[in-house]
């Protein structure tokens, strides 16, 4: 019997998402002291492995683990801040470099419709981590929202984070002011 013409049923794929489900961490944290972000950006692991984009001086810009969209990275101190006004001077413009310098990669990588930038302070602003200052830069297009965030509270994302690590890394604005590898030396 041929099934041309009958309707196909296709099939989602998420095979991370048993993952964040059941709570376990989908690379393992860094053990050590200090905030989960501080572990990772000094874990010694390459930046590929610990999904971070940029190093500044005093900022730094990593993948989200539990993306909203494909892209979704996040902008920070190095040092954990909690609040913005906890942050002093050349920290401060540089975390908001880090953003306009994150948002130029997500439109070079992804070439968005429209991108949201975020910040959430403290645990009844939204933030999950609220002893770490961190800012939320995704891609977003019209039309975004499917039937599985309405009806199953689930996002579906098209690539792994390996492949939205390289996209990004590879549209990040290269010779930027503070522009510093995981060796230490300026890219």
């Not at 998402?17 to 376990?24: A, I, L, M």
């Not at 040092?79 to 401060?92: N, T, V």
């Not at 039309?143 to 549209?171: H, I, N």
């Amino acid at each position: 019997m041929s099934d041309e013409g009958a309707p196909r049923l296709d099939r989602l794929w998420a095979g991370w998402r048993s993952t964040y489900v059941s709570g376990e961490e989908p690379n393992p944290v860094p053990s050590g002291t200090g905030t989960i972000f501080e572990r990772i950006l000094q874990s010694g692991l390459p930046d590929e492995e610990s999904y971070v984009l940029w190093r500044g001086t005093h900022c730094a810009a990593l993948l989200n683990a539990y993306p909203y969209s494909s892209g979704h990275l996040m902008v920070l101190p190095i040092r954990a801040a909690r609040d913005l006004l906890d942050l002093e001077g050349p920290a401060y413009r540089e975390l908001w470099d880090g953003v306009r310098l994150a948002v130029d990669a997500i439109r070079r990588a992804y070439a968005p419709d429209g991108v949201n930038v975020g910040v959430n302070l403290g645990r009844a602003g939204g933030a999950s981590i609220p002893d770490h200052l961190h800012v939320h830069c995704l891609p977003r297009w019209a039309g975004d929202t499917t039937f599985l965030t309405s009806v199953a509270e689930t996002r579906m994302l098209p690539e792994t984070l390996s492949q939205s690590w390289r996209k990004l890394r590879d549209a990040w604005p290269a010779g930027t002011a503070g522009d510093v590898s995981a060796t230490g030396e300026t890219r």
